[in-house]
């Protein structure tokens, strides 16, 4: 691992004071993912800001139902959080499916949103990647692509994103809370993680330097219905082959809600809109 500096934001704004101008900076939460990255010598920065003690900790319930989730939230804690046990199971679901309990006490809601393919090829740096090498091509379309995507992929690249809670956030329309040195913003989930095209190392909307702060989930009755699944080769600790966060309601045995997304399967979290438009107005 190169040397690189370290610096301790005391408030969101500082932290992205601290960011900007640096080209090979980035924030450190939980470092779960970006530590590694590091090591194997993928990730090769400059300045480390960690953002981990920031008062970003917490849900807020607002009046209209919505729940904002503090970036720096844990996924242990928001895992136990009464508010999403009860309201959206599937979210806590897919938390728990993910890593071993002692990673999900270390990594963060925010990091979790930005965390790295799995892809063996990106790792390894004697193999074209263009998701680690802009335009060197994509060694897994010829070579190991066991757990690549099947949906929205394209000849620059095939890997997938790992996240499991990103598949139940997809399934109840999150919106991702920023701040950047032109002030806060949000982007919606399903427009955050970019399409893959010829620029597969372009992987999020994120404006540079930008710090996620939150993210928060509109409130959705059906979500109270919900499960995750996950599909893996083994049980304790995992990445998916395949995964799914499914919400249902039905009234007069008719479908009136649905929610379905997938993972593991496509270089994002991937809604299936018109299997959900097939299903409403259908019968239970």
């Not at 892809?119 to 060197?136: A, I, V």
């Not at 939150?214 to 959705?220: E, F, H, I, N, W």
Request: hydrophobic letters at 45%.
């Amino acid at each position: 691992m190169r040397e690189f500096d370290y610096r301790r934001a005391t408030d969101a704004h500082e932290a992205v004071a601290l960011l900007s101008g640096e080209p090979e900076a980035r924030f450190l939460g939980g470092g779960t993912n970006l530590v590694d990255l590091m090591k194997t010598g993928v990730e090769n920065l400059a300045l480390l800001v960690d953002v981990h003690a920031l008062p970003l900790d917490r849900i807020e319930v607002a009046d209209d139902g919505a729940l904002t989730i503090g970036a720096t939230m844990t996924n242990s804690d928001l895992a136990a959080h009464p508010e999403v046990r009860n309201r959206y199971p599937a979210l806590a679901e897919a938390l728990l499916a993910g890593a071993s309990g002692q990673l999900r006490n270390m990594a963060t809601v925010g990091g979790n949103l930005l965390q790295r393919t799995r892809c063996g090829y990106f790792t390894d740096l004697s193999r074209p990647c263009g998701k680690r090498e802009p335009g060197s091509g994509c060694s897994a379309l010829d070579g190991e692509n066991h757990n690549h995507a099947i949906l929205g992929w394209s000849e620059h690249c095939v890997a997938t994103n790992p996240s499991d809670m990103a598949v139940a956030l997809a399934a109840f329309d999150a919106v991702v809370r920023v701040l950047s040195a032109d002030g806060s913003a949000e982007i919606p989930l399903a427009e955050f993680y970019l399409p893959v095209g010829d620029t597969p190392h372009r992987e999020t909307a994120l404006p540079d330097g930008a710090l996620i702060t939150g993210v928060t989930l509109p409130a959705a009755p059906v979500a109270a219905r919900s499960r995750y699944r996950k599909v893996r080769e083994r049980a304790s600790y995992a990445f998916a082959n395949g995964s799914i966060a499914a919400a249902l309601h039905v009234e007069d045995g008719t479908v009136r809600d649905v929610r379905l997304a997938f993972g593991a399967v496509a270089f994002r979290p991937w809604r299936a809109r018109e299997a959900e438009r097939a299903l409403i107005g259908g019968p239970a």
